[in-house]
């Protein structure tokens, strides 16, 4: 019960007196101050959080290869060869998981990961393939861009940053990020620059390779949980990093020479059936080979042992991927209108008249949406404040809006 003076109330748990700087909650037979239900709501939150990040996530997941392919087709345009590759390599990587954690007595088969490493040119749909594989195992998911990194010590981000990421997906619960996925864009980017010997650090290219790996083999580390540069003082969690699928993604522009000069050297492959590859071609013959040719360290190469291409985007695959995949680009527009009670159709000439545009532009299937943007801006800034409830995008109206794209 609360200690009481004349006129002074004190607080039942620590006994500082009521003032003008301290509040003083009273409850039947007692009184608690403003500073001992702060320290009470932090004792709950570290209790609650320990509790969380101490929970084992049994991984469920029992999809087989097939399954992963026909739920990536949903949403993915062509890309056969990539799907059915990463969608094995994911049964795998998940299956290792679920047996480890079932399994009672030791063995003497260890499995390793299956990281994935994807080429193919910018705006193809890398970045898409890995979130809506994260998408349909309902694991925590995040992007790192390879290029803001460097050596631990030099200005930039250090690698450890990417679990930091990954953590934040995870809603801080360290168990369910460490059977997440991450998936690292631009990794052609930190591609040993030259084979020569220089007197200068590689820092932002050899150097993160090197800093990478501790991450990619399986090993337990150190992350800041806001993020940042460590400091000796910080706090860390610690996350193994065993059971984590990296995905890594690159354009590797030029890497076709490295394969055709590979091959040109081994007449068996390079010729089949007497016909010459042609450079269209040249990425489904890519292996850790050209990857390593490149300029990524053989450790690396290692440690992404599927490697996989995704293939040029056509007219047909573009227009395709406009109408057909669940969150098609039309669909998302459609449904915005659709809010507003604006219906929106597009004649087959328009949608021809956007890939065509796009095509043109070399800006891949993420130009679709910067030019669909361009030509709907104008009606989504009108069409909500009238009347009018259709709207029907013909091919003149989209050559009218894109004539001041400069070619």
Known sequence: MAKTGRNKRTCSFCGNE??????????????????????????????????????????????????????????????????????????????????????????????????????????????????????????????????????????????????????QAADYNVSKAEKGIVFIDEIDKIARKSDNPSITRDVSGEGVQQALLKLLEGSIINVPPEGGRKHPEQKFIQIDTKNILFIAGGAFDGIEKKIANRLNTKVIGYKKNGNKIHDDDMLQHITSQDIRAYGLIPEICGRFPVVTYMTKLDEDALKRILLEPKNALTKQYQKLLEIDDIHLTFDDEAISAIVEKTVELKLGARGLRTIIEKIMTDAMFDFPGKNKKKLHITKAYVIDKLAVINK
Do not use: M, W
């Open 18 to 167: 009521e003032s003008n700087q301290l509040l003083l909650l009273d409850g039947i037979d007692a009184h608690i101050c403003e500073n001992c239900v702060q320290t009470a709501n932090n004792i709950l939150r570290k209790i609650h959080n320990d509790y969380k990040n101490n929970i084992v996530e049994t991984f469920t997941f029992d999809k087989k290869p097939i399954e992963i392919k026909n739920f990536l087709d949903k949403y993915i345009i062509g890309q056969e060869e990539a799907k059915k590759v990463i969608s094995v390599a994911v049964y795998n990587h998940y299956k290792r998981i679920r047996y480890y954690q079932n399994k009672k007595e030791q063995d003497d088969v260890e499995i390793d990961k299956s990281n994935i490493i994807l080429v193919g040119e910018t705006g193809i749909g890398k970045t898409l393939l890995a979130s809506t594989i994260a998408k349909l195992l309902d694991v925590p998911f995040c992007i790192a861009d390879a290029t803001v990194f460097t050596q631990a010590g030099y200005v930039g981000e250090d690698v450890e940053s990417i679990l930091s990421r990954l953590l």
